[in-house]
């Protein structure tokens, strides 16, 4: 089973819409860790999966006007999260939520791995992972000069218990940020382009979650890699896709305008 999957673009793109969370595959090798019953596995996943995320990023590629690279996690986030921080820079070790999730949304036992198994599920799924999408980053730097990553996610109506600021407000839809790599014209170019994909327009800023995913070796370095996060409500995702896709279409088609991150 392959772990994640590149859908290359239009050769001239310099956006790379990133789906990490959308999938309920777990190989069996590592089912066996996990100490949840079926039925208690499923919940846990219809919890933690953000679905269908990946119809949204698959569609907006279809509508815009160049085509943008898609690098889609094709096993659940309960195998390893690629985008948590490997070390101790991961606030969400807190909850046993770190690369390797130890705990359950609702703040049960998920799995206990010894140190051999996690650094063995860290090499065999995180790892290559990480690699891809770096190498992936790095390809379109230099093809194109400047990488726009554009992570797509989803989150309940309700705040789960292992969230750790979920007591904010919930908008339909979240634009997560970044102080290095979200420059004020990719947050405005976020909020306008997303305001037509919920009921109201309703859209907001790091809450309930924040950050957005960067390549560690591009982590606070590089202003030509900006990124942001596009947190849907999963309320929003199941009744407004079309108005999603293209909303994300049209995040897409602004990048290419925008001026570069400020290196002052």
Do not use: K
Not at 70 to 87: A, C, G, K, T, W
Not at 124 to 133: E, G, K, M, T
Not at 235 to 245: G, I, K, N, T
């Amino acid at each position: 089973m392959a772990s994640f999957e590149i859908i290359p673009g239009d050769p001239t793109s310099s956006v790379v819409l990133h789906v990490p969370h959308s999938s309920t595959a777990i190989p069996d090798e590592v089912r066996a860790g996990i100490v949840l019953s079926d039925d208690e596995l499923t919940a846990e996943l219809a919890a933690m999966t953000d679905a269908d995320t990946d119809v949204v990023a698959a569609g907006a590629a279809d509508l815009a006007a160049i085509r943008p690279w898609i690098f889609v996690n094709r096993l659940s986030r309960l195998v390893v999260d690629p985008e948590r921080f490997p070390d101790e820079r991961e606030e969400m070790n807190e909850v046993g939520m770190g690369a390797v999730y130890e705990g359950t949304s609702d703040l049960r036992v998920l799995r206990s791995p010894t140190e051999g198994e996690r650094e063995g599920l860290v090499e065999r799924y995180f790892a290559p992972y990480s690699a891809a999408f770096a190498a992936l980053v790095r390809e379109r730097l230099e093809a194109v000069g400047a990488v726009t990553i554009v992570d797509v996610h989803s989150y309940p109506v309700e705040a789960l218990l292992y969230e750790r600021h979920g007591d904010g407000p919930r908008p339909e839809v979240c634009v997560g940020t970044d102080d290095f790599h979200t420059p004020p014209a990719l947050v405005d170019a976020a909020v306008s382009a997303m305001s037509s994909a919920g009921p109201t327009g309703e859209v907001g800023l790091d809450s309930p979650f924040a950050g957005c995913y960067v390549p560690l070796d591009q982590f606070g370095r590089n202003t030509d890699v900006t990124a942001v996060m596009l947190e849907i409500r999963r309320d929003v995702v199941a009744s407004r896709m079309p108005h999603l896709q293209r909303a994300a279409a049209a995040l897409v088609d602004a990048i290419p305008g925008l001026p570069r991150a400020d290196t002052s």
